[in-house]
């Protein structure tokens, strides 16, 4: 003890590492918050500008598929106005005749071009009046293709009787390995009930990259220079895109092209999705699906111009935490050197109670945290100093059950008579740990019944000779317990749905029976009884169990034995009559000596032995008989 103070008051220890230690410990608490913050505030932003990045480019795909409708309606209303034309009904009428003139065909030419035109806008690359019947170009703007076979009406790829624009790509006649967007009016030219042509507006090349031109919405005209941060193209299934390259008008058309486009357009009619590019660029993409059309308007932006702004960022943030470091760790620094020397006496403090000094305390001088910390710590002393007489109280109860089961196994064991054994077992179990009533069940060779074979006292002595017994299985804690070869705590008797109450044991509060088993084949149960409740706690079923065990390796010794005495009595008995036999010849000598013996080794006081002749009934009634 001396020597401990001596040491302790030769100077206090180096506080650098301590103060070093709590450095390094609360300047990554006060930064993990910043960093955790700033990650955050950088997260939230980002999540806000894609979601509104999302709704705008969603809202703008939705638009530019508007744009593409109107653009579609307006030709339709002009092919529409066209079909009703007179003469073009007339002109159809005649060139599907015999012998059409050249002066038909030239005014209906005419009649073509000008419907192309409308208030100066050109809405057509080409217009022609198609046969239905073989599909034949009646009459074109396009002289060249007056006469051809229009393929797409024939394979029903355009649709001649309706008013419609359809996406065709790579038709021999109008997209050889392109794409055109078609736009078909039914006319009566020979019947007003039967549509026998149609007229066929074209839209291709440059019509349609002017369409795409206007539908580039992150394109932006900045002097003569044009800044492309997003492109606009448009995706006709199942693999055919359509884009416009940088400085061209005509648009460029791929096919056999895997685009997440296809499957999405399958799923959902819009949607907004982050993806790879054609060009290997992380991009977010936006579009809009025309089940009429099988096509959709897709706008894709690449990820690093939508967050360009937000990653600018990363700078100011980097000085930030920087200067964070800095000076969390001079603050630090400053108040760990002020507080640890008040905390060298609860140091000492503490070692000391470490070493069991419990009744050493420390002043509560300060009027501050550590004032009451060192309160604190006085009134924890008490406390640890209770729960340690407290936990050496409890592990010498412990250690008292184990002894005592060492002892009640011992003196079980040391018994080799089944019954001696088992009341010598229920005696010891009461008195050594002071229960109100113990009771052994041992099944019967069905193993249905439990049967009492031991029981304590007067009261045991009565259920013996009642021959008490309980089925296994049945609303008991005997019969649960055999029937499940588990243990089983009824802590309150009058709450326990299990608990059979016996008249005898009124003062029975709590029970707790253990199964008697070995190699899993349950033999009985050891059967306890307190009067008072909550008596069995887990560390006591724990001990009974261990107890059992070894009580039921005893009883399966003593079984064993006992058949083995039997199973001896019974070959001396017939070695012991089979050596009166011999020598012998008379059959009355024979049963003179048979019914002497029997009377000796049975005990019984008369032995009468009786033959019956062959055929006659015995007197008893049995067939036959001695």
Do not use: C
Request: net charge negative; aromatic share 4%.
């Amino acid at each position: 003890m001396f020597r401990a103070q001596a040491t302790l008051a030769a100077g206090p220890r180096p506080r650098t590492r301590l103060g070093t230690r709590l450095t390094l410990v609360l300047v990554p608490l006060i930064l993990i918050p910043l960093l955790i913050m700033g990650g955050a505030a950088y997260l939230r932003s980002r999540d806000i500008l894609r979601a509104r990045l999302n709704e705008q480019m969603s809202t703008t795909a939705q638009q530019e598929m508007q744009t593409l409708t109107d653009w579609a309606a307006t030709r339709q209303e002009r092919v529409q106005i066209g079909s009703q034309r007179a003469f073009l009904l007339a002109a159809a009428r005649t060139l599907q005749g015999a012998s059409p003139t050249e002066d038909v065909r030239v005014r209906a030419r005419a009649e073509l071009r000008s419907l192309m035109t409308r208030e100066g806008e050109l809405l057509f690359s080409e217009l022609m009046i198609v046969r239905i019947v073989d599909g034949r170009v009646l009459v074109s703007s396009r002289l060249e293709d007056e006469g051809q076979i229009f393929d797409g009406l024939l394979q029903g790829r355009v649709n001649p009787e309706s008013l419609t624009t359809t996406p065709l790509y790579d038709d021999a006649l109008l997209s050889a390995q392109t794409l055109a967007m078609v736009t078909t009016a039914p006319m009566h030219a020979l019947s007003e009930t039967t549509v026998d042509s149609a007229l066929i507006g074209v839209n291709r090349d440059v019509r349609l990259g002017a369409l795409m031109e206007g539908m580039q919405t992150f394109w932006e005209q900045r002097g003569i220079y044009r800044v492309e941060e997003g492109t606009t193209f448009l995706a006709l299934a199942p693999d055919v895109v359509i884009s416009l390259d940088r400085y061209s008008m005509i648009p460029t058309v791929r096919s056999g092209m895997t685009h997440p486009v296809f499957a999405l357009g399958e799923a959902s009619a819009s949607g907004v999705q982050n993806y790879r590019s054609f060009d290997d660029l992380a991009v977010v993409g936006a579009y809009q699906w025309s089940p009429e059309w099988n096509m959709g308007v897709v706008l894709e932006l690449p990820q690093s111009v939508i967050f360009a702004d937000l990653n600018s960022l990363a700078p100011f943030t980097a000085i930030l935490v920087l200067a964070a470091i800095l000076v969390s760790t001079a603050i630090v620094l400053y108040v760990t050197a002020r507080m640890l020397r008040p905390l060298e006496t609860l140091t000492l403090f503490s070692e000391r109670i470490s070493r069991g000094e419990w009744s050493h305390r420390v002043p509560e001088e300060r009027q501050d945290e550590l004032g009451t910390l060192a309160g604190s710590l006085n009134r924890m002393a008490e406390e640890l100093s209770g729960l340690y007489r407290s936990l050496e109280a409890r592990v010498e109860e412990r250690t008292r059950q184990i002894r005592t089961a060492a002892e009640v196994a011992r003196a079980v064991t040391s018994t080799p008579q089944l019954d001696d054994l088992l009341r010598r077992a229920v005696d010891l179990i009461r008195d050594r740990f002071g229960f109100y009533h113990v009771s052994i069940f041992l099944l019967d060779h069905e193993g249905k019944i439990a049967t009492l074979r031991e029981s304590t006292g007067q009261v045991g002595a009565v259920l013996k000779a009642r021959g008490h017994s309980l089925p296994v299985g049945s609303q008991s804690v005997i019969g649960w317990v055999t029937a499940n070869n588990e243990p089983r705590i009824a802590s309150d008797v009058g709450r326990d749905p299990v608990h059979l109450a016996n008249e005898l044991l009124p003062e029975t509060k709590s029970e707790a029976a253990v199964p008697l088993q070995v190699a899993g084949r349950v033999l009985g149960a050891l059967d306890v009884q307190s009067a008072e409740p909550g008596a069995f706690t887990p560390e006591m079923v724990e001990v009974l169990q261990t107890l059992a065990d070894q009580l039921s390796a005893a009883i399966q010794n003593a079984r064993l034995a006992q058949e083995s005495a039997q199973a001896a009595d019974r070959s001396r008995l017939i070695s012991e009559v089979s050596s009166q036999f011999s020598g012998l010849m008379d059959i009355e000598r024979v049963l003179e000596t048979a019914a002497q013996t029997l009377h000796r080794v049975l005990g019984q006081p008369e032995v009468v032995i009786q033959l019956t002749p062959p055929g006659s009934t015995p007197p008893n009634g049995d067939e036959a008989g001695i």
